[in-house]
């Protein structure tokens, strides 16, 4: 096989490897305890990467908005908190590198929910993991403070690209719907 024929190979499996982990159901990890579910929510996420992620460059600065909307608490704890935004995410992002457009990445950051309707605001740190070799697919959340403080939160969702990612890089993730879980102790 020529090398131009095993190079195409290679990038073939990748991209079939990439949907695959994005196409996959995001798996919810079973926590130790039992959980109460105390609010769910729909969302809309934007991720930009700066630089953009190449076949080189597989570090970047990210930033990032949200809307949460529609959300229901069954335990009843947070049924003031309806619908929200985060305008302040920051974090970093690591991918695996080598193929242009590569999702397997690992994403980490810090971020703020602002409640609307007077429901304050929740500071959380998150973690978004695209690559099945550094654990468990997911987005998760902790809360550090603000309502919902303590809580957990997973979030179901696939990641789209940026348009004109092969040629000039990973450059922005949206999750254009998901659904995010946040989670209390019993």
Known sequence: MRDGSRTRVRRRWSAAIF???LL???AVAVPAQAALVELTCNVNV?????????????????TGVASVVNCLSP???????QAGTVSDATGTITSLGGVPCNLLAT???????DWSLGGGRTAFDFTVNTNPLNGL?????????GPLVGTTSQTVGVANPNLGCALG?????????GQTTFLGAL
């Open 19 to 21: 949907a695959l982990a």
């Open 24 to 26: 996959a159901p995001v």
């Open 46 to 62: 934007q991720l930009a990467f700066s630089p953009a992620l190449t076949a080189t460059q597989s570090t970047a600065q990210v």
């Open 75 to 81: 335990s009843g704890n947070f049924s003031q908190l």
């Open 107 to 113: 994403i980490t950051g810090r971020a703020t929910i």
């Open 137 to 145: 697919v997911t987005l998760m959340t902790t809360q550090t403070s």
């Open 169 to 177: 890089g990973l450059s922005s993730l949206s999750v254009p719907i």
